[in-house]
């Protein structure tokens, strides 16, 4: 099946700095990459995805990049903000179904 | 849009009971729904895969007896944890997807149930 990690585990950024998390795959046939945000006692918010035939996307302070030969995308967040303080998974689709990856909890410090 | 709905958000109950989550996709028709487990600090882990209309896809290591799935509609997925006991205790979050592969899966909120 497939295998997603995910790094660093935790993060620290001053507010206004930028965060990038980093997740590989396993899977060469996986196609999707969605990204999550989520807060302490709720389910997981899509923030941002990629699918494999673009290389880029960004919305606003976010981008995520993929680079599927070497099988690795990862996440931008730019100016980061204190509201942007959560747990962030990665993840990959294999056959309709998500595989995450183990979160990284991000702090930006005021 | 895109709106999942989760019910209850939180259930105690004793060991041996019986307890049902509800899973409602608000403004769209959910081809698909999944169900996961979340213990504290770890990531979210599949359970099953609910189709309408047909029997549930179970995880490796799920047992099937014991996570009941009913996915009577294009809106609604129930997961009934029967007979549970304090091993069950977790966070079950469920996500809904409208269409086929490579569309994002929308989660609702968790449901935190502890089992005494």
């Known amino acids: 099946g497939e295998n997603v990690e995910q790094h660093p585990s935790t993060l620290s950024v001053q507010e206004g700095d930028s965060a990038v998390i980093k997740c590989t795959y396993s899977d060469s046939a996986s196609n999707y990459f969605p990204w999550y945000k989520q807060e302490l006692g709720k389910g997981p918010q899509l923030i941002i995805d990629?699918?494999?035939?673009?290389g880029e996307k960004k919305d606003q302070r976010i981008a995520v990049t993929l680079n599927k030969t070497a099988k690795h995308f990862s996440l931008h967040i730019t100016e980061t903000q204190p509201e942007d303080s959560a747990v962030y998974f990665c993840a990959a689709e294999t056959d309709y179904k998500l595989s995450f990856g183990a979160g990284t909890t991000v702090t930006v410090r005021a | 849009g895109a709106v999942v709905s989760q019910h209850p958000s939180r259930v105690i109950c004793k060991s041996g009971t019986s307890v049902k989550i509800e899973c409602r996709s608000l403004d769209f028709q959910a081809t698909t729904m999944f169900w996961y487990r979340q213990f504290p600090k770890q990531s979210l882990m599949l359970m099953a895969t609910?189709?309408?209309?047909?029997?549930?896809?179970?995880e490796q290591g799920v047992e099937k007896d014991k996570f009941l799935i009913n996915h009577a509609s294009l809106t609604l997925s129930t997961l009934t944890v029967t007979s549970a006991h304090p091993e069950d205790s977790s966070f079950y979050i469920c996500s809904a997807v409208k269409g086929a592969f490579d569309q994002p899966q929308h989660f609702g909120d968790g449901t935190r149930l502890s089992i005494l």
């Open positions: 990629i699918r494999s035939n673009v």
């Open positions: 609910s189709n309408e209309g047909s029997k549930a896809t179970y």
